[in-house]
């Protein structure tokens, strides 16, 4: 059973065109993170949300934005690629904010830009 | 910066018990010992989590010194699939809910 779903799994984009990736979740969790992870890296959060508040790292670019139209969805737009941004995009989910809570991953979406 | 140290890679024979070693020194009073794992391509998965006392489920145990400065992750019976980048992490209870993933101990099963 699948629990946190992120579609899709492969996605290609031209340098500078906008790309959304989307993350969905059977948990209904309260928290939906979205992490990067680059070739030989380990996973680096770019930001989550807590319900409908947004909390942004600091070192993440303006050019990632993220919506979560309800409790089940989060987005991660990203309004002009970059070649450094391929990445792996992970989203996770938690009941709660803290290190009381676990964090159950997605797949992940590989993202490639040409 | 990750407050872990974990060394970069460890072979373990399949059958036998693979024992991942994680240095925490720094650890706070109110932080957890999260340990996640990484099969190539997937998601970070979650093993198990700690805060003083040793921890046991389907998976894995992990053990935490007495003064939690370190702790290790047992898998008791090793399998192909096993073969992972293993993530050791400190979390605090509360507050700031940054995950800071280390570089990881990469768990390379022989047959």
């Known amino acids: 059973d699948a629990m946190v779903i992120q579609n899709p799994r492969y996605q290609v984009t031209q340098f500078g065109k906008p790309v959304t990736l989307s993350c969905s979740q059977t948990l209904n969790h309260n928290v939906m993170y979205w992490y990067q992870q680059k070739s030989s890296q380990a996973p680096k959060l770019l930001f989550h949300y807590y319900d409908k508040d947004f909390n942004n790292e600091a070192d993440t670019p303006d050019n990632f934005q993220s919506r979560r139209p309800n409790t089940s969805f989060c987005f991660l737009d990203i309004r002009s690629p970059g070649l450094g941004d391929a990445a792996m995009y992970l989203c996770?989910?938690?009941?709660?904010?803290?290190?009381?809570?676990?964090?159950?991953f997605g797949p992940g979406t590989r993202l490639t830009v040409t | 910066d990750a407050k872990t140290t974990q060394p970069p890679s460890m072979d373990c024979a399949e059958g036998r018990a693979a024992n991942l070693p994680c240095n925490h020194s720094t650890i706070s009073g109110n932080e957890y010992v999260y340990w996640y794992r990484q099969i190539h391509s997937q998601g970070p998965q979650y093993i198990i989590h700690g805060l003083k006392n040793n921890e046991t489920n389907e998976m894995a145990s992990l053990i935490i010194t007495e003064d939690r400065k370190s702790s290790t992750l047992i898998l008791p019976h090793a399998t192909l699939r096993d073969t992972a980048v293993y993530y050791c992490i400190v979390r605090p209870s509360g507050g700031d809910d940054k995950i800071i993933f280390g570089k990881g101990t990469r768990l390379h099963i022989l047959p």
């Open positions: 996770a989910t938690s009941r709660g904010a803290g290190g009381t809570y676990e964090q159950y």
